[in-house]
């Protein structure tokens, strides 16, 4: 198809704060790994676990 | 004169028709050929990207020499002659013991070429080789199939790879995309069985109780917990079944609850989760004959629950739907417990799939 624009997948880490549940969506950094402790939280200085990673598809 | 009786004119109608009826076959092979030759070039773009990713992320992660990438070449023809069936008697202990040993060679192999790799990054690189491998077989076989029909001129025989091709060149592109997620560690659909099991495993005490398959044990409302997954976050399915079979001889289970992703029907809704009964587990069907066995021996009920996704989405990075389902996923296993079994009783919960990026 001549006209289909190209599809691009990223791929987004979601931290969440244990403690105040606050969750934080940013692009995947090379090492995530799903439950480990990512970075602190920065509405209570808890320490934010990774909760998920996915891909999301964007046309180009 | 009338345009009907013009010799012209019949020319123009019969010439087509006597055309068609003794080089109809014929034309139409040309037309497919066509179709098929763009396809089978895709499938060799397919081949050597996966390639070169394969070489380049070992490249990266190790300290290569020249001989030890042609070493890895070569694996990439390795093939695998499956057990003869004419006699089926005993023929699952013999795909396994095949399919088996073409995994633990491969590992050694890959082992002693490199032996700074990390276990993590060998299961990956394991798996890149078996995409890369898989990759050129689909061409391999295409092309004979396609070279095949044209030598002989046959047009009925392309008939079959031209039904099949959509199905295959959706596998392969699915394959060829299936690339970067491994080679970053990060979780595909079909993860989804070990994201769920992985935390419900989190901040209890582990250990391993088969090759790359983990145990932890926990209690829920007054039963016993014996959760099991693959060990992430390597790139590994584990062998859930080995694993059970020891969990059934020194316990007493009451239930067996399998959480795994299914291929959807076309139409279904993706990342849709439904449940059933029996064992959820595919790969070449080895596990699942060994699970079914053991609880038909011991009389403890299968239960599953799976989570539709397409097979793209199934070897590819996790999709947000996939991924929002989890939570609910893991809701609905302590549902099912609660509704299936009593108090004091001991549960198997296996969170079946690929665990690449998944710890516990």
Sequence with gaps: ?60 | MSDDSNPLMMLVWILPIILFVFYGQRIQLYVTSGEIKKAIKKLDSFREESKTELIDYIKKNTSFEIDSIKKIDRFLDYFTIMPVDMDPNGIVDKVQHTVRAREDYTREHIKTLYPQLSDFELTKVQTLLELASSLQMIHKIVNHMFLTAKKQNNYPLILPLQMILPFVMEQAEAMKEAISAFKSGQPVGDGIGPMVVGKMMLNCEKQILAFQTTLAKTDFEGRQLLLLKAEGPGSTVGRPADALEKIVSENTINTIIMVDAALKMEGEESASVAQGFGAAIGGIGTERFQIEAIATSKNIPIFSIVVKQSVKEAITLMTKEIADKADDTRQQVYEMIKENTKEGQSIVVIGVGNTVGVPQ
């Design chain 1, 1 to 60: 198809m001549i006209f289909s624009k190209k599809k691009i997948i990223i791929a987004y880490t979601i931290e969440k704060c244990p403690e105040c549940n606050m969750q934080r969506k940013r692009k995947f950094a090379k090492g995530d790994i799903l439950f480990t402790e990512s970075s602190k939280c920065t509405s209570c200085n808890g320490i934010a676990v990774i909760e998920k990673i996915f891909g999301e598809s964007f046309e180009q």
